[in-house]
C-alpha cells in the first residue's frame, strides 16, 4: 500500500515539473519573441504551447531574425 502511494507521489511531482517547465517555456518563448522575432509574439506563443519541445525548436530556427 506504502509503494503505491509513494509511486503516485513521485508521478504527480513528474507531472508538476512537467506542467511547470511547459508554462516557463511559454513565457520564455513570449517575452524572447517580443524582442528578437518579426513574427507575431502570440503566434509563437501558441505554437510552443500545443507542441512544446517541437514548437522551441522551431522558433529558435526560424521565428528569431537573425543579427
Known sequence: MLL???L???????SLLTFVGQIVLV????NDATDN???PAVLWTL????APL???VLYL???RDQR
Open 61 to 63: 530556427l526560424f521565428g
Open 54 to 56: 517541437l514548437g522551441v
Open 37 to 39: 522575432s518579426s513574427h
Open 47 to 50: 505554437v510552443v504551447l500545443f
Open 8 to 14: 503516485a507521489l513521485v508521478g504527480f511531482v513528474l
Open 4 to 6: 503505491q502511494f509513494e
Open 27 to 30: 513565457i520564455w518563448t513570449y
